[in-house]
């Protein structure tokens, strides 16, 4: 099955060297995964005797106590959806740093290239021209917000003659 998948996969003298050098039941690679099953095997062997009591005394005890067993078990589950949670955070994390510095780049890119289009002197005079526009924009907004603070001030003042003033004890 492995050898029809890489054949429809992959150009015929690299399904031939794989064959040869990974597959093959003499390739290095298959003679070291059988030592290591053979010694993963001892190890079970020789593990299992310790371990099949202390397995039997921990099943015991969780059929002893079947309430313990449920919070151990919803704390398991919460445990692990919270370790899901936090790699899904990592996760979008990742992806808007890598967008966010993209998106600088390629900002950076095109103010290289308009300056690279325009010149120094003819860019430094559209700068120029952006910012003052910007300023004036800011400025309108400052005395828009000035005007409305200075509208609520009046109100509040208003509201407040007839009683008591915000921040003062009726006497």
């Known amino acids: 099955m492995a050898t029809s998948l890489l054949s429809a996969l992959l150009p015929p003298d690299l399904v031939d060297s794989i064959n040869k050098h990974v597959l093959h039941p003499r390739a ?31 099943m015991t005890a969780m059929a002893e106590n079947q309430g313990l067993v449920g919070v151990i078990a919803s704390l398991l589950v919460l445990a692990t959806f919270l370790i899901i949670l936090n790699w899904i955070r990592r996760l ?5 740093r890598l967008a966010m510095r993209v998106a600088t780049w390629a900002i950076l890119f095109a103010i290289a290239a308009w300056v ?9 005079k559209d700068m120029a021209i952006a910012g ?19 509208k609520y001030e009046a109100q509040q003042g208003m509201a ?4 008591t003033k915000s921040g003062a004890r009726a006497r």
């Not at 979008?92 to 808007?96: D, N, R």
């Not at 003052?132 to 200075?150: F, P, Q, R, S, T």
């Open 28 to 58: 290095p690679i298959q003679i070291l995964l059988r030592h290591v099953l053979v010694q993963a095997q001892n190890l079970l062997d020789t593990a299992a005797p310790i371990i099949e009591p202390l397995f039997d005394r921990l």
């Open 92 to 96: 979008l994390m990742w992806w808007t």
């Open 160 to 163: 407040g003659s007839g009683g």
């Open 116 to 124: 690279w289009e325009r010149g120094v002197f003819e860019s430094a």
């Open 132 to 150: 003052g526009k910007v300023a004036g924009y800011l400025a309108v907004i400052k005395d828009v917000w000035l005007e409305e603070y200075n």
